[in-house]
């Protein structure tokens, strides 16, 4: 599978980069289109990875440094602020470029702050998680938190290009390896079961650059279809319903020890997985596979039945839903699945009990 | 001129509505789009303008009111995450609309606020100030400030209807009237010699509704050609070098005493028809009937020597400016006008001078 010839991706009017991506970016960068540049990192990738990125920043890319504190905590207006005050004081002008080179926390925020700072400037992104590379590198959605409801402000921009490179994975933690292959999962749970079967035979440890890259492909394909979720693309949010609120409480409960998205994405599977099965025709054995590939990567999380009421109350919150229902998509088989399916307050509560039961 | 009809008009995909407006508000809510509503106002259009517009907000229109403080120094990013939590708290979901009451202010401010909101839920304008009808009611930007740099944060984004309605400005302090004429007279100035002709033998203290109808078809005709402000676009920017900068400086100095838009404006009108004198070919003699029409309307504003350099720095943070350079839109007659003239700052203090003797 790694010999696969990795093109560049086309998504929504940019390109996605694989093969010498940070020489694309040199490129990029030469063909002098921007006055003036920034590197948008965080106190992980300014150490980790802007090393490997500074040699690609020629000679004619003086630019200007804004570091953030690391950590989903910070994805705040008040570190967006913090971005656009420095843009000001920095004299960014409306020719500028914003290099996001860090995980989804820095890709989500850095579109973000680069999307409405003079209503919109040029921003590029280096994704340095499997995460961001996997996921929040397509689609064109930037966020940030607010009272701890995730992402619930933001906008649909597109990036000018994204630069894909594996060497960044190598710095990166074991539990930030698995954050990512909980969507790379996904992507296989929900609409291919051939990926889904490789992924099961591959060493999960280090995914490889072209399991990253099928990955990227099969998200690129369903963004492209929707790009604004009106419909197919909330196949995405398989496991998210319930996996947003359990990420979003324990942001709040658990200090340092919280969760990673992908940790909180696979809890999600896990519990819709069952609601598939109990309402969408998900056979048992299916299930059953599902549920032994998740409880084998991912370590148990204690979710008490006292939660329950907190995390429907923010289930109810996510943008994902209209009124007061709380939807989900579920599988009906693995590599299939379907969209908009209404789910009872109790039945939610009952998946995370079934959760509950497997470890 | 009043007799003209003032047919809607089509802006940017939408549609701004003149006669009957607030019945064809009524109309749009019925239409049964939306799960919920919420109305913004400030205190004063909570006052004055709520009462007009309540017995449109039909018996399907329970709405959630969110109120802010009026006044300019109040459209910041912190009134704004107000607005955000409230819409948090009120639990709007995607299927909501915004209903913006208000001056430009309360359409900047609750547009951007909407446009972010999950990623963008609809809004509509209720514009209740001469401003806001004839020029933040199309076009598209929204915007907040940060550190007085004014509309620094923002996007573009189209409501999705306008509902303009003249009794609105009964209640509207002169001085506000004033406020939104010096948009009227930049509209005839940049292009069209006979609506300014027709401005000037007009009472400007209560101007028409058909004037008012005059002025939104200028505006719209230029931004329809000119969406993202590329090019022509920027010849709206007549007076806004220069004028915002003040704006921004009298802010930040005067108190409660600050000037407002449109004044500010017109300071900044009278020095780029000086420029435009100086660079551009603008006769004197227009020149003085462009300075007589404009010192006749507003009071003087004293602009001290020892705030140029200031003032300069606000111009150079401007939005409108890439790298250091200085650009302004500058007539070369009544009704004409070319953008993109470079200014030193020998010019631009030397234009505040101008004014400064004036009076
Ligand atoms: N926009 C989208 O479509 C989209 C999709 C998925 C997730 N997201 C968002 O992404 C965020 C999660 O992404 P994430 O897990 O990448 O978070 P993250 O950015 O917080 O990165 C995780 C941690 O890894 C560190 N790190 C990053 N790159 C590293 C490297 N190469 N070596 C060592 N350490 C490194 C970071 O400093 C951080 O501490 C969430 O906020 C989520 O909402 C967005
Ligand atoms: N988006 C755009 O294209 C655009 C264009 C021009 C100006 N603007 C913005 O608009 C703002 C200025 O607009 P504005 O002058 O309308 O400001 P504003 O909203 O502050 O209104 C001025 C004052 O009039 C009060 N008011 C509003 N309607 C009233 C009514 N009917 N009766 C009595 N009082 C009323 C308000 O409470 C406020 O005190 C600035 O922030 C400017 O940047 C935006
Ligand atoms: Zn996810
Ligand atoms: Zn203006």
Not at 188 to 202: F, H, Q, R, T, V
Not at 242 to 250: D, K, L, N, P, Q
């Amino acid at each position: 599978m790694d010999t696969l010839a990795m093109d560049t991706i086309e998504s929504i009017g940019y390109p996605v980069f694989f093969e010498d991506s940070l020489t694309e970016l040199a490129r990029f960068i030469e063909r002098g289109k921007y006055t003036r540049f920034f590197v948008l990192t965080d106190d992980q990738t300014g150490e980790y990875c802007l090393p490997v990125l500074q040699p690609y920043l020629g000679e004619n890319a003086q630019y200007d440094l804004i570091e953030v504190p690391s950590g989903e905590q910070n994805k705040t207006i008040d570190f967006c602020i913090g971005i656009w005050q420095m843009l000001i004081d920095f004299g960014a002008d409306r020719n500028s470029l914003l290099i996001n080179l860090g995980g989804g926390v820095i890709t989500d925020m850095g579109g973000f702050a680069a999307s409405t700072y003079k209503r919109g400037i040029d921003f590029v992104h280096v994704p340095t998680t499997l995460l961001s590379q996997v996921d929040a590198s397509v689609g064109g959605k930037t966020g940030i938190d607010l009272s701890s409801v995730k992402n619930i402000v933001g906008t649909f921009a597109q990036p000018q290009a994204v630069f894909m490179d594996h060497r960044f994975l190598t710095s990166l933690p074991p539990r930030q390896i698995l954050s990512g292959l909980a969507e790379m999962l996904k992507h296989g749970l929900i609409c291919d079961a051939e990926y889904w079967n490789e992924l099961k035979i591959s060493d999960l440890t280090k995914p490889s650059a072209g399991l990253v890259y099928q990955s990227v492909a099969i998200k690129n394909q369903i963004v492209l279809e929707d790009p604004k979720e009106k419909g197919i693309r909330k196949a995405l949010n398989f496991g998210h319903t319930i996996g947003h609120a359990v990420e979003a409480y324990s942001l709040e409960h658990d200090g340092a020890k919280h969760l990673t998205h992908g940790e909180a994405i696979a809890i999600g599977m896990i519990c819709e997985s069952w609601l598939s099965f109990k309402k969408n025709g998900l056979s048992e054995q299916e299930l059953n596979e599902i549920v032994a590939v998740l409880t084998n990567l991912y370590p148990q999380h204690e979710i008490k039945s006292s939660c329950h009421a907190d995390l429907l109350q923010l289930m109810q919150k996510d943008k994902k839903n209209n009124g007061t229902q709380i939807n989900c998509t579920l599988l009906n088989k693995i590599g299939e699945c379907s969209i908009d399916h209404i789910c009872t307050e109790e039945e939610l509560s009952d998946s995370l009990h079934y959760y509950a039961s497997l470890y």
